[in-house]
């Protein structure tokens, strides 16, 4: 298994990370609408296993993004629940 599994899936509900959220139609909540595209995979010099570097198209209101790059993302949470941890 690589290091760097896609954190999303189709349907996921996130919000831009970041001020790129402020100037977005409803504050940047979105949701995935693509399968996770591999941008590229690197294997750094001191690591074992590559790190692989996702995207995804996300529909935020009317507007389509593609190719946003994962850690342009967050996951929208329910914060009622918690994990045992």
């Excluded at 509900?13 to 100037?23: E, P, R």
Aim: charged share 25%; net charge negative.
């Amino acid at each position: 298994m690589n290091y760097g599994d896609p954190k999303f899936s189709i349907g996921d509900l996130v919000m831009f990370d970041g001020d790129i959220a402020k100037d977005m139609p409803i504050g940047g909540l979105g949701i995935i609408i693509s399968a996770p595209t591999l941008m590229f995979s690197h294997k750094w010099p001191n690591e074992e296993f590559h790190e692989n570097f996702w995207s995804y198209n996300v529909k935020v209101g009317t507007a389509l993004f593609k190719m946003v790059p994962e850690t342009f993302l967050r996951r929208l949470k329910d914060e009622d629940k918690t994990e045992d941890t």
